[in-house]
T-cell receptor, first 112, second 112 residues
Framework: DAGVTQSPTHLIKTRGQQVTLRCSPI?????VSWYQQVLGQGPQFIFQ???????GRGNFPDRFSARQFPNYSSELNVNALLLGDSALYLC???????????FGSGTRLTVV | GQQLNQSPQSMFIQEGEDVSMNCTSS?????WLWYKQDPGEGPVLLIA?????ELTSNGRLTAQFGITRKDSFLNISASIPSDVGIYFC????????????FGQGTRLTINP
């Protein structure tokens, strides 16, 4: 079975641009979460979606948005990119209970 | 953003030595998780703890969920070169967004 897949793996954008990151959860997993990991830090929670509904949002500005599709895949959108948005963006999926999340390999976003 | 206090930040040990790292929080968590992250990859779940006082092993790894539910430790016995990487603790609250709150990580380096 495929694990959590994220695309693209690497991305370079210019300040002010918009970016869309994509995530496909493990088959059968209905919960998808997004995390931002700045170099040298632990991941920070951005969003959680379960059954296509937003279940939680971290302390991130409104420039960050996400959605989950009927097939449980998800997109993270970031508008008006800032240099500080440069990070590894991780997607994690779970069955939806209190079980541990399985993470993808992430998308490395560099804003120049 | 919110993070757990994880220590030590880095460790330099000889192959074969035992390793111990811990995580503390001012908040109570219902679940404690330990992840390992290799360069260019997402975190991989090592051990999940669901009950206060629980002691769980996974091969050479042993982790405990503190009685106060505000702390956890991870021990690695007889370290080997493939143990090199960054170890993260994460706490999870039950209900709501079920977001993970991560520590800052412990970077483990092993001298052969």
């Amino acid at each position: 079975d495929a694990g959590v897949t994220q695309s693209p793996t690497h991305l370079i954008k210019t300040r002010g641009q918009q970016v869309t990151l994509r995530c496909s959860p493990i088959s059968g997993h209905k919960s998808v979460s997004w995390y931002q990991q700045v170099l040298g830090q632990g991941p920070q929670f951005i969003f959680q979606y379960y059954e296509k509904e937003e279940r939680g949002r971290g302390n991130f500005p409104d420039r960050f948005s996400a959605r989950q599709f009927p097939n449980y895949s998800s997109e993270l959108n970031v508008n008006a990119l800032l240099l500080g948005d440069s990070a590894l963006y991780l997607c994690a999926s779970s069955l939806g209970g209190s079980d541990g999340y399985t993470f993808g390999s992430g998308t490395r976003l560099t804003v120049v | 953003g919110q993070q757990l206090n994880q220590s030590p930040q880095s460790m330099f040990i000889q192959e074969g030595e035992d390793v111990s790292m811990n995580c503390t929080s001012s908040s109570i968590f219902n679940t404690w998780l330990w992840y390992k992250q290799d360069p260019g990859e997402g975190p991989v779940l090592l051990i999940a703890l669901y009950k206060a006082g629980e002691l769980t092993s996974n091969g050479r790894l042993t982790a405990q969920f503190g009685i106060t539910r505000k702390d956890s430790f991870l021990n690695i016995s007889a370290s080997i070169p493939s143990d090199v990487g960054i170890y993260f603790c994460a706490g999870q609250l039950k209900g709501g967004a079920q977001k993970l709150v991560f520590g800052q990580g412990t970077r483990l380096t092993i001298n052969p």
